[in-house]
């Protein structure tokens, strides 16, 4: 049996292992796909206290050096369930089944799609949800983005320096991200709002061509575009630890600043927990937090 | 064997025209899940003498990830006699991968 099993390896999920490992708890850290979660899309992070420039792939790999180091044992399984009989909590992956005497979740978040039809099977073929790291394939083509968030405005803001023109789709009249960003896609020629509409259709041959929007008067309007950038927010990856952390109504596990869930001995850390403000420090002050009240969980055991 | 990296000059031999499959991997240098699936390429290609693994910069050979129709990286596609036999988007863990290439 484990002292802890952490699953996810985020930045969230890495931090607590190496507050376990210090403490000289035996740590199993269990992973969906490989190690570093969300950041690792990012080219630049410039608000990580310390290091003023870094890319989310050198600290990703720093962070796993840094844990593995201290002795965490990672495996690359995704965990699919979790259950709590009389204190002892297994984790059920695709592969095996781990027990220990405590669990952080730290999975993090996923984007979230867009649930139009079609949608998976032209992922990579027209379909994005990563402007910086795949706008460079729409250089002189025209593109649309979807969402109203920040993501969403700084998405189109980049694209308008690359593709020939960006369509900016919101289903309000009203962005939700900083009127500055609004301001300058405003001033750009290229970038045309279209409000109050969804995108309820996708059309493609062997690639995406164009997207029916609809407008919520109910007036439907097709649009050429090579290339779709959903930007309409991440969602927690807790529902299959559904049956012992109570989810909020968006699906974030629900725990204050302690990382304490409604059952004994299970925690949660980062961006899938209920909270304000979802970064690396924040997700990694968590790691710390879950990892500490573990190891005193550990010790009543 | 070791990941071959590809350009236009030797795409038709080494992939269209070999008798092998070919795990083809369009990347990029600034792209940081495809630098987490390299380390597995890279095993995937040392444990497996029955697969080609290729790599193709995706900013160096625009044309070929064109051809291909690749608009989002890390893309993996899997080619068999010149023809595409399966497409996989986004960072996989090396298990996915070695299932793709049964695919
Ligand atoms: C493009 C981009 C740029 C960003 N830039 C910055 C920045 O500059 N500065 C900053 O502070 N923050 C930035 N962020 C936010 C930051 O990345 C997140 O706040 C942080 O990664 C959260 O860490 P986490 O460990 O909670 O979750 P995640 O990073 O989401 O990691 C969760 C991990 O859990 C794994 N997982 C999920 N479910 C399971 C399962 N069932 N079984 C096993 N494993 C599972 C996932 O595969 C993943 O590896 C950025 C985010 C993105 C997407």
Redesign the pocket.
């Known amino acids: 049996m484990f002292d802890v099993i952490i ?8 931090t607590a292992a190496i507050y376990a490992r210090r403490a000289s708890k035996s740590v199993l850290v ?10 690792i ?2 080219p ?5 206290p310390v290091e003023a420039h870094i890319s ?1 792939f050198d600290f990703a790999t720093k962070l796993y050096e840094q844990a593995k180091g201290l002795g965490a044992e990672f495996k690359f ?4 369930g979790l259950r709590d009989e009389n204190g002892v909590k297994t984790v059920v ?1 695709t592969k095996n089944e781990y027990e220990a005497k405590t669990v952080i979740l ?5 984007n979230r799609k867009l649930g139009v039809e079609g949608e998976d099977a032209l992922v990579g073929r027209g379909i994005s949800y ?1 402007a ?1 790291c795949d706008g460079a394939f729409f250089r002189k083509k025209t593109v649309a983005v979807v969402g109203g968030g920040n993501t969403a405005l700084e998405d189109a803001l980049y694209l308008a320096d690359l593709a020939e023109k960006v369509y900016l789709i919101h289903r309000r009249d009203t962005f939700r991200g900083e009127d500055a960003t609004v301001q300058k896609l405003a001033a750009r020629e290229n970038v045309e709002f279209v409000y109050n509409s969804t995108v309820t259709a996708l059309h493609a041959e062997k690639r995406l061509n164009a997207i029916d929007v609809t407008n919520k008067d109910g007036s439907v309007r097709t649009i050429e575009v090579k290339g779709l950038f959903v930007a309409v927010g ?1 969602i927690p ?1 807790n529902q ?1 630890f559904a049956s012992l952390v109570e989810l909020d109504p968006a699906g974030y596990a629900v725990a204050g600043e302690d990382c304490r869930t409604k059952t004994p001995g299970v925690f949660v ?4 927990r209920t909270k304000n403000v ?6 990694a002050a ?2 710390a937090v879950a990892a500490t009240a573990a190891i005193a969980a550990i010790a009543d055991f | 064997m070791s990941v071959i990296e590809v350009t236009s000059a030797n795409f038709k031999s080494e992939v269209l025209e070999s008798d092998k499959p070919v795990l083809v991997d369009f990347n990029a240098a600034w792209c940081g899940p495809c630098r987490m699936l390299k380390p597995m390429l890279d095993e995937v290609a040392a444990e497996r003498d029955d697969v080609k693994v290729v790599s193709i910069n995706i900013d160096d050979e625009d044309e070929l990830a064109e051809d291909f129709d690749v608009s989002a990286i890390p893309c993996l596609v899997l080619v068999k006699n010149g023809k595409e036999a399966n497409r996989s988007v986004g960072l996989i863990p090396k298990d996915e991968i070695l299932s793709f290439i049964e695919g």
């Open positions: 699953v996810g390896a985020g930045p969230a999920g890495m269990l992973e969906a796909k490989s190690y570093g979660g969300q950041i899309n990012t630049d992070i410039e608000n990580y989310g399984e995704k965990a699919v992956t730290a999975t993090g978040s996923e990563c910086t991440r990856e299959n850390a980062g961006d899938n979802r970064q690396l420090v924040t997700a968590d790691g």
